[in-house]
């Protein structure tokens, strides 16, 4: 059984409009490289002579001027004692598409039971999450199997776990048809199909009565749900997990727990004696403070629509960003809160509104990143003084570097990645940065050199 941790399918390429959001990394397993379509005819100009320049190295694996994206191990990547244990493991063979990875991890009924089967998760950020997540889902189960509980849910309230659920998520409905990866980040350096994500979503509300569905929801979760969301963020703080997780496994079974927990006045460390350790992997954007344990989600939602408003966002804009079931609470939060702490900064709004036209987590986490890793090379190297969508995240410091932050996987010199290092409209930039926190095969830095871009391979800036 092969299935999509992240509630996505397949998508092909429709329309020009489509375009900056497609996903050539949605591949499987036997297909290294979906097809894409050519570099702009600009950058192709650009690029003829600049790419003829540099034969590839020998024994490189290429087609034309171009390599076949590698198929990378697993192990090569993350500590090997991470890729494996009780109830899982990752496979070792990683197909990559130019930027990207595609990782399946392979669930056994041990832990999973009835979930078990093979799950295939895009970036190898979002496969730390997952892999972090795994022990909360062990521990929940050994929860529900416990005596204490068995006489927790005898006394609970017979209500719906589901209703509980609605209470603190909003489902990840899968729309077909749309692009959902991160690769045509990389495809056209021109902002284009911001309405992309209005064409997935009910488009005839106003944005009037959004904010008010919002509103409306924020008081329902006040008024009925303040306990049991406390005791859910209570829970989630002791197994060291998002409370707001889009993993759909520990999603239902952390709201059974916790409604039945709630219900039957069960203290959470009655039932947990032992905290599962923190995960290591977990770094960056994800859960890392006591914001998103301590405070209310009704708050929480509060505390992002002032900072958008402070940002400059209106209304409407606020309501898409908030509404967007692709950016969970946490990562909102995490957004706002690196925006925030750019300073004054141009281009902060068109940012958060080029994050509401979103469709997919993955893409999510790829421009929140870019945003806290323009914030760490602000705060360690140099401030930023303003940053705007072109295509990818594009920073510029005080000093004049244009630094583009790229949190992919493995960078290999595809058509779709040539494009990008050769559009005119970035060659015409000055002293550029490309921040790549990753590795890269020897004939994409070689190429990337040959045009003018500065690579600065390195985890911190």
Same mark, same amino acid.
């Given at each position: 059984m092969?299935?999509?941790w992240?509630?996505?399918t397949? *998508? ?6 489509l375009?900056?959001l497609?996903g050539?990394?949605?591949?499987t397993?036997?297909? $290294?490289?979906?097809?894409? =379509? ?8 650009a690029d003829?002579s600049?790419?003829q $320049? ?8 290429? &087609? ?7 198929i /990378? ?8 004692? %991470?890729?494996?244990? =009780? ?10 598409n ?10 056994d ?7 078990a ?5 895009e970036?190898?950020?979002l496969?730390?999450?997952?892999? #972090? ?8 189960e050994?929860?529900r199997?416990?005596?204490?509980? #068995? ?5 609970? +309230?017979?209500?719906?776990?589901? !209703? ?19 690769? @045509?980040f990389?495809?056209r350096?021109k902002?284009?199909?911001e309405?992309?994500y209005?064409t +997935?979503t ?8 959004? #904010? ?11 008024l ?6 406390? /005791?859910r ?7 060291h997990? !998002?409370?707001y &997780? &889009?993993?759909?496994i ?12 709630f219900?039957?006045?069960? %203290? ?6 032992v ?26 939602i509060?505390?992002? @629509? ?6 400059g ?11 967007? =079931? ?7 939060? *995490?957004?706002?809160?690196?925006? @925030?702490?750019l300073?004054?900064i141009p ?15 993955y ?24 940053i ?7 920073g510029? !410091?005080?000093?004049? &570097?244009?630094?583009?932050? *790229?949190?992919?996987?493995? /960078?290999?010199?595809?058509?779709r990645? +040539?494009?990008?290092?050769? !559009?005119?409209?970035?060659?015409a ?5 490309l921040?790549?926190? $990753? ?7 070689q190429?990337?050199? %040959?045009n003018?871009?500065?690579v600065?391979?390195?985890?911190q800036?």
């Amino acid at each position: 059984m092969k299935q999509r941790w992240n509630f996505r399918t397949s *998508a092909t390429l429709a329309t020009l409009a489509l375009a900056l959001l497609a996903g050539c990394a949605q591949t499987t397993p036997s297909v $290294a490289e979906n097809p894409l =379509p050519s570099p702009p005819a600009a950058a192709a100009s650009a690029d003829n002579s600049q790419m003829q $320049a540099v034969q590839p190295p020998a024994g490189d694996q290429t &087609t034309g001027q171009f390599e076949v994206p590698p198929i /990378v191990n697993a192990s090569d990547l993350l500590p090997a004692a %991470a890729l494996s244990g =009780p109830g899982f493991y990752v496979q070792q063979q990683v197909p990559t598409n130019g930027a990207m990875g595609e990782y399946t991890i392979v669930a056994d009924a041990s832990v999973f039971h009835g979930d078990a089967g093979s799950y295939h998760v895009e970036s190898l950020g979002l496969l730390k999450i997952r892999l #972090a997540e795994i022990p909360a889902i062990a521990q929940l189960e050994n929860v529900r199997k416990s005596e204490v509980f #068995a006489k927790a849910l005898a006394s609970s +309230a017979a209500r719906p776990v589901e !209703d509980a659920a609605q209470m603190v998520t909003h489902p990840m409905d899968t729309v077909t048809g749309l692009p959902g990866g991160i690769g @045509e980040f990389f495809g056209r350096v021109k902002m284009g199909g911001e309405a992309v994500y209005s064409t +997935a979503t009910n488009s005839s509300e106003s944005g009037g009565q959004r #904010a008010s569905q919002t509103a409306g929801e924020t008081a329902n979760i006040t008024l009925t749900a303040l306990g049991y969301d406390q /005791v859910r963020r209570d829970l989630a703080r002791k197994l060291h997990i !998002d409370p707001y &997780t &889009t993993d759909p496994i520990l999603t239902k079974k952390l709201n059974s727990v916790a409604w039945v927990m709630f219900s039957a006045r069960l %203290a959470v460390n009655t039932t947990i004696s032992v905290m599962v350790p923190g995960s290591m992997l977990i770094t960056g954007v994800e859960v890392t403070d006591d914001l998103v344990y301590q405070t209310p989600r009704a708050d929480l939602i509060l505390l992002v @629509e002032k900072k958008l408003n402070k940002l400059g966002l209106s209304d409407s804009e606020i309501a898409a960003f908030s509404h967007n =079931p692709a950016i969970p609470l946490s990562l909102q939060v *995490a957004a706002v809160r690196d925006l @925030e702490s750019l300073g004054p900064i141009p281009g902060r709004h068109s940012t958060a509104v080029a994050l509401s036209n979103l469709i997919t987590e993955y893409q999510v986490r790829f421009l929140v990143t870019s945003i806290r890793m323009l914030a760490e090379w602000g705060q360690q190297k140099s401030p930023i003084t303003g940053i705007r969508m072109q295509g990818v995240l594009v920073g510029t !410091d005080q000093n004049g &570097t244009v630094i583009m932050p *790229a949190p992919v996987d493995y /960078v290999s010199w595809t058509p779709r990645i +040539a494009g990008f290092a050769t !559009d005119h409209n970035l060659l015409a930039l000055q002293n550029r940065v490309l921040w790549l926190p $990753a590795g890269m095969t020897p004939l994409a830095r070689q190429q990337f050199t %040959a045009n003018g871009w500065t690579v600065h391979q390195s985890a911190q800036p």
